[in-house]
């Protein structure tokens, strides 16, 4: 009896000795830094080939747009399979598509609509691997480190999103087919990492499937939680207007209409990308030892503040560390949701909630970075900012209520789940 509950008393094994956790973790980071090897490449080779930028724009739009859309299957998919068996299938169909599509760039064979074809194909795998790679955490690491998991999931996007495009635009100057190839090495180690994982992915019961798991049922959890709900609107809103693409056109539009010089423009565009991944590498930190409330706070209203500094249009390098400030809420406030999404949310219905989360979040920015481009050429970058101000405002709104202003921690949730 007392050795059985010096079992159930016994600390967890820190994360970072987790080796089922540390594979994932490790597999993932190298499928991203993949995933954005090749993406980076995609408008260069589009550029090379056809000399189009809406012809590259038009591929890249349509990524994100079948991104999302597959969101829905791809959650319940995760739910209703091996996640494991799962995410091997997604990379090794990324690691065929991309070693063929490097055989046709060296024969010459490459069009527009055979490169649109192979990254919305490449774009719909990594849309059906990655709700399952988010719903197996809550099976490989314990309640009380949730959280920093997701945090440290959080290091691994922001960190691929700076080493992939030097990795392709270095590959890319070698030759046109390295970056894909460098992108299959990338897949292949991945799925190589992920049969190291021993322990389950997700709870037996889970891949007893009835028939009726459908996908809707993701967002009517959502619906019925007044914690997801309320931060999902915020959520969708903030993606619609400060989201990478439509910034980044911003600024350089901007540099453009002031004649700024290319280095500056650099520069600027690396400072507000550097807000993404500080956030990432303090966001464990920052959950430990400030309440969710106040986290939201200030995600909620650097937003609207940022947005009314910008419509003065200062030099591009203050815009620069400006929308930094904004970027860096980003990889806090998502690994805060991705917890609460994981605590609240049971282990069988993990992937259709994830599924409906990444459609609503996704499915917006399109639209967002479609308004900015109009925008600024029907208006110029005050009407820009002002048009970001006039959603960011009301949004920001969100903090006011009850759910907002009473925010638990998610491992206090835990507790009362369980």
């Known amino acids: 009896m007392t050795e059985s509950v010096?079992?159930?008393?016994a600390p967890p094994v820190p994360l970072r000795r987790n080796v089922n956790f540390q594979a994932l973790w490790t597999s993932e980071s190298f499928?991203?830094?993949a995933k954005e090897t090749a993406e980076f490449a995609y408008p260069l080779l589009i550029l090379a080939t056809t000399g189009s930028a809406l012809f590259a724009g038009a591929v890249a739009s349509a990524q994100v747009v079948v991104a999302g859309l597959v969101s829905i299957p791809a959650g319940r998919l995760a739910d209703r399979f091996d996640r494991k068996r799962l995410m091997i299938g997604c990379n090794l169909a990324r690691v065929l598509l991309l070693g063929l599509f490097s055989l046709l760039i060296a024969t010459d064979l490459v069009t527009f609509p055979l490169v649109l074809l192979i990254s919305t194909a490449s774009a719909v795998f990594l849309s059906l691997s990655q709700p399952a790679g988010i719903a197996a955490i809550k099976a490989l690491v314990p309640p009380e480190q949730v959280s920093t998991a997701i945090s440290q999931n959080q290091i691994r996007f922001f960190g691929a999103t700076l080493i992939g495009p030097p990795i392709g635009g270095a590959l890319f100057g070698l030759g046109r087919a390295f970056p894909y190839?460098?992108?299959?090495v990338g897949f292949v180690v991945s799925t190589l990492l992920?049969?190291?994982i021993r322990k389950p992915m997700q709870a037996e019961a889970t891949t007893h499937d009835?028939?009726?798991?459908?996908?809707?049922?993701?967002?009517?959890?959502i619906r019925r939680n007044p914690i997801l709900l309320v931060m999902l609107i915020w959520v969708m809103c903030s993606n619609m207007v400060f989201n990478h693409t439509g910034l980044f056109i911003a600024l350089t539009a901007t540099a453009h209409d002031t004649d700024t010089a290319a280095a500056v423009t650099g520069a600027a565009v690396a400072f507000a990308g550097a807000g993404g991944l500080i956030g990432s590498l303090v966001a464990s930190w920052v959950?430990?030892?400030?309440?969710?409330?106040v986290i939201m706070l200030y995600a909620a209203w650097v937003g609207p503040a940022a947005a009314l500094l910008l419509a003065f249009t200062p030099p591009l390098i203050v815009m620069g560390v400006i929308i930094g400030f904004v970027f860096l809420r980003a990889p806090i406030v998502g690994s805060l949701f991705l917890s609460y999404v994981t605590v609240l949310a049971?282990?069988?219905?993990?992937?259709?909630?994830?599924?409906?989360?990444?459609?609503l979040t996704i499915i917006v920015q399109p639209l967002g970075i479609f308004l900015v481009g109009t925008i600024f050429d029907l208006a110029g970058p005050v009407a820009v900012f002002l048009f970001i101000l006039s959603i960011a405002t009301p949004a920001a709104l969100t903090t006011l209520t009850r759910t907002m202003r009473t925010l638990p921690r998610p491992a206090d949730l835990e507790e009362s789940v369980s």
């Open 346 to 359: 049971p282990d069988k219905l993990q992937g259709r909630v994830l599924g409906a989360v990444f459609f």
């Open 181 to 184: 190839l460098g992108a299959v």
């Open 210 to 221: 009835d028939g009726k798991r459908h996908a809707k049922e993701g967002f009517r959890f």
């Open 6 to 9: 010096k079992q159930e008393t």
């Open 287 to 293: 959950h430990r030892h400030v309440p969710p409330r």
């Open 194 to 196: 992920l049969l190291l």
């Open 31 to 33: 499928a991203a830094v």
